[in-house]
């Protein structure tokens, strides 16, 4: 996911979207976990996704003071 689409987010999709990529983030892990994990790299992805979301949040929450 690219940062500029994120930004253009509201806070109710971010809250969603955070949602959605901690379940497959958890579903990942448990693909790993049993080996039936096959794109290894899609785990990675993930944290970043959810780090970029987090981040954004955090910058709207700065601005709406």
């Known amino acids: ?9 509201t806070e109710d999709q971010l809250k969603d ?10 579903n990942l892990r448990f693909q790993r976990a049993s080996g039936q994990l096959e794109k290894t790299s899609r785990i990675g992805e993930v944290r970043k996704d959810i780090a970029r979301i987090k981040t954004v949040m955090r910058q709207k929450t700065l601005a709406a003071k």
Not at 17 to 26: H, R, S
């Open 1 to 9: 996911m690219d940062a500029s689409k994120v930004r253009d987010l």
């Open 17 to 26: 979207t955070l949602l959605q990529l901690k379940k497959e983030q958890f």
